[in-house]
């Protein structure tokens, strides 16, 4: 079945310390791939998208995503977390043969300790 | 800022009540999307409204209907709703009608409850 997952339902880490958050898709063909980011109450902002060419995507905020089809993971990552950076994280899809049906994984909350 | 305007920001109904939650933009986008969020939930896709037609997610029940008055407005009316419908309900658009080309834009939600 099609699907996005993101193992981790709940991260905590220390602020300055690195942060990856894992995201895993199964699909047919390579979906396009897109992290974003919410604040308790709020819309989701876009940190970034794949579509295809460099697998390395730098986004906003200092965080950058690795696309690895070999794995079918597009896991997020950050060198050194703030502690603004505490939100619900998404990664989402969008079938490349469906472009207006963009699918969610579950989610992940991130808690930055002080 | 966001340029995806939603109200109200928070809304309370009875289930005998007729409301709309109500979007805009204007970025000249030429899709928009109707999206329900439940607690610690993803956002589960309702409706899109691309290129003058409506696309409807076949799980939406008929007590929400979306209207798109022009290119820069969708609203969401709401009519006897039951209390799991109580969400955050999110707009968002695109530039091109579809989400590859372009990144969904997300309003700050309406937070209906129905009691």
């Known amino acids: 079945a099609q699907s996005v997952t993101q193992p981790d339902i709940h991260i905590t880490v220390s602020e300055g310390a690195s942060l990856e958050l894992r995201c895993n898709y199964s699909y047919g063909a390579t979906p396009y791939l897109f992290w974003y980011v919410q604040s308790p109450g709020q819309g989701l902002q876009l940190l970034l998208k794949?579509?295809?060419?460099?697998?390395l995507v730098q986004g906003i905020k200092g965080f950058e995503a690795e696309f690895k089809r070999s794995q079918s993971s597009f896991n997020l990552r950050k060198p050194s977390v703030h502690w603004s950076d505490a939100a619900e994280y998404f990664c989402?899809?969008?079938?490349?043969?469906?472009?207006?049906?963009?699918?969610f994984g579950a989610g992940t909350r991130l808690t930055v300790k002080p | 800022d966001t340029e995806v305007t939603q109200t109200p920001k928070h809304l309370v109904m009875g289930m005998t009540n007729k409301k709309s939650l109500k979007c805009e933009q204007h970025m000249g986008h030429r899709a928009m999307y109707w999206y329900k969020q439940k607690a610690k939930k993803p956002p589960e896709l309702m409706f899109v409204y691309s290129y003058e037609k409506l696309s409807i997610n076949e799980s939406v029940p008929s007590r929400f209907s979306p209207e798109c008055p022009n290119s820069s407005l969708l609203n969401l009316h709401l009519h006897a709703l039951q209390p799991e419908d109580s969400a955050l309900y999110l707009c968002?658009?695109?530039?091109?009608?579809?989400?590859?080309?372009?990144?969904?834009?997300f309003g700050e939600g309406s937070r209906l409850t129905v009691l």
């Open positions: 989402a899809v969008v079938p490349a043969y469906n472009n207006n049906d963009m699918r």
């Open positions: 794949y579509f295809s060419g460099d697998t």
């Open positions: 968002a658009s695109s530039r091109t009608g579809t989400s590859v080309t372009g990144e969904l834009f």
